[in-house]
């Protein structure tokens, strides 16, 4: 069931629908909604109660609104798993407390906006942020992320608060920044044409996502203005620095930045590489709320991939295992790493004999 059947919404709907799902969907706008089952991104214009996730795909300001109506409205399946795909994601996870509910973000788009530039293969290789807290339902996680991997996502556990601050750093300042230059070089009047024709490539590299959809933008800026205050301060003094160096023609320390950003912007992974083997990772652990956030999140500050999860409950008392796997060469960091919080963890090669 998917609630918002535009950019994202409509694109989780395709991807469902082409590995063989039934999806249900409505859309405030109905001619969206009606394009949207015309394409075959919902199969009925419905919300459909007995849905076993639902993904909210409408601007945050809607989300928690609509989520709540999944605790009050009857007929909902108790164990439904919830996600939403919100770029901001702290206030949101604070507000909700639908015990289904997974926060949501995934680090994917197109330069069409709305339902026109929703496709299928749009989270082939994408980073799809999941933010689980000490509330989170361990059963209604492991729906979410095995649906984002289902898609061809890779997951990235964070916690709410640390999502906001670094999206703002990735995403929310440089489409600003982005419309901002954008602006800039439309203001030139009457050499407003001339300069576009001179507008190469990296030009066009760079301000590509202001051609995004404005009207998210002021809800977003809103609900992270914080983190991205903070981050626009520490651009615009980078900036006044770099202006300093080019003022003061101080060719040594401008080509020291340039060289230094160059081998950063190199280092850029496209996307996770599939290791040549795996280790499965066994951790005993409480069953009770929290643990999985914790575990979780303390992979993605390691920088370790989750390329698998399984959540076994105990049958007798208060315990479980969490089986994580993950590459081999991360393997022996994460179980140090869980050793010193207090967890004991095991790791084994899959296929290995034990």
Same mark, same amino acid.
């Given at each position: 069931m998917v609630f918002g059947t535009g950019l994202i919404g409509g694109s989780v709907g395709l991807a469902l629908a082409a590995r063989g799902w039934e999806v249900s969907g409505t859309d405030d706008d109905q001619d969206v909604a009606e394009r949207a089952l015309a394409r075959g991104a919902v199969h009925a214009i419905a919300i459909d109660r007995r849905a076993d996730l639902v993904v909210v795909a409408t601007p945050v300001q809607a989300t928690a609104g609509i989520v709540g109506t999944l605790s009050t409205s009857e007929g909902w399946k108790p164990d439904v798993a919830v996600? =939403?795909?919100?770029?901001?994601?702290?206030? #949101? &996870?604070?507000?909700?407390?639908?015990?289904?509910?997974?926060?949501?973000?995934?680090?994917?788009? /197109?330069?069409?906006?709305?339902?026109?530039?929703? /496709?299928?293969?749009?989270?082939?290789?994408?980073?799809?942020?999941?933010?689980?807290?000490?509330?989170?339902?361990?059963?209604?996680?492991?729906?979410?992320? /095995?649906?984002?991997?289902?898609?061809?996502?890779?997951? &990235? =556990?964070?916690?709410?608060?640390?999502?906001?601050? %670094?999206v703002a750093v990735v995403s929310h300042v440089p489409h600003l920044t982005a419309a901002t230059l954008m602006d800039l070089a439309a203001s030139f009047g009457e050499e407003h044409n001339a300069l576009l024709q001179l507008a190469a490539g990296g030009f066009r590299d760079m301000t590509r996502v202001a051609a995004g959809q404005p009207g998210i933008w002021p809800d977003i800026c809103d609900d992270n203005a914080e983190a991205i205050v903070a981050t626009l301060d520490l651009l615009i003094a980078a900036l006044g620095a770099m202006r300093r160096r080019v003022a003061e023609r101080d060719r040594r320390s401008l080509l020291e930045i340039l060289s230094r950003a160059a081998e950063a912007r190199r280092s850029l992974?496209?996307?996770?590489?599939?290791?040549?083997? #795996?280790?499965? &990772?066994?951790?005993?652990?409480? =069953?009770?709320?929290?643990?999985? $956030?914790?575990?979780?999140?303390?992979?993605?500050? %390691?920088?370790?991939?989750?390329?698998?999860?399984?959540? $076994?409950?105990?049958?007798?008392?208060?315990?479980?295992? #969490?089986?994580?796997?993950?590459?081999? #060469?991360? $393997?022996?960091?994460?179980?140090?790493? %869980?050793?010193?919080?207090?967890?004991? +963890?095991?790791?084994? &090669?899959?296929? +290995? /004999?034990?």
């Open positions: 996600t =939403d795909v919100g770029g901001v994601k702290g206030p #949101l &996870v604070g507000d909700i407390t639908h015990p289904g509910f997974v926060g949501g973000h995934p680090m994917a788009g /197109s330069e069409q906006v709305g339902l026109d530039g929703a /496709s299928a293969e749009l989270f082939l290789g994408a980073t799809w942020v999941l933010t689980p807290t000490e509330r989170t339902d361990p059963t209604a996680y492991a729906t979410v992320r /095995s649906v984002v991997i289902e898609l061809g996502a890779s997951v &990235v =556990d964070l916690r709410p608060d640390q999502h906001d601050r %670094l992974v496209e996307r996770a590489p599939r290791p040549e083997q #795996l280790v499965e &990772v066994r951790i005993p652990v409480p =069953d009770q709320l929290g643990t999985l $956030a914790d575990v979780t999140t303390m992979a993605a500050e %390691l920088g370790v991939n989750i390329y698998d999860l399984e959540i $076994a409950h105990s049958v007798e008392g208060d315990r479980g295992v #969490l089986v994580l796997v993950v590459d081999t #060469l991360a $393997a022996p960091t994460l179980v140090t790493t %869980l050793a010193n919080r207090g967890y004991r +963890a095991t790791g084994a &090669v899959i296929g +290995a /004999s034990r």
